[in-house]
Nanobody, 120 residues
Framework: QVHVVESGGGFVQPGGSLRLSCATS????????MSWYRQAPGKERELVAA????????LYADSVKGRFTISRENGKKTVYLQMNSLKPEDTAVYYC?????????????WGQGTQVTVSS
């Protein structure tokens, strides 16, 4: 059985920092692309950052470039999102995604989300 569990969300003032963690089990973690998405009230879910299975390639939304960093520890089957210089517009539920594709099929798993609130 696959588990994807986010943690580390909370309330922070503008300019502050948070580190989200996403622990997985039941998958061959090192073969999955790991991503963070977020969804603010009334808005669609959007990609925040993604990291390839070997951590060679990272992708960031323009809105978070230079402020957020995605990283992974394959030995711990965990992906992180370090969020610095947080802004009120970063307020959202943050979701972890694990995805793997091959020529025949794909595997796609989501966590339950963790709330991040940035407010003074």
């Amino acid at each position: 059985q696959v588990h994807v569990v986010e943690s580390g969300g909370g309330f922070v003032q503008p300019g502050g920092s948070l580190r989200l963690s996403c622990a997985t089990s039941g998958i061959t973690f090192s073969t999955y692309t790991m991503s963070w998405y977020r969804q603010a009230p009334g808005k669609e879910r959007e990609l925040v950052a993604a990291l390839s299975s070997a951590a060679y390639s990272a992708l960031y939304a323009d809105s978070v470039k230079g402020r957020f960093t995605i990283s992974r520890e394959n030995g711990k089957k965990t992906v992180y999102l370090q969020m610095n210089s947080l802004k009120p517009e970063d307020t959202a539920v943050y979701y972890c995604n694990a995805r793997r594709d091959n020529i025949a099929t794909s595997w796609d798993y989501w966590g339950q989300g963790t709330q991040v609130t940035v407010s003074s």
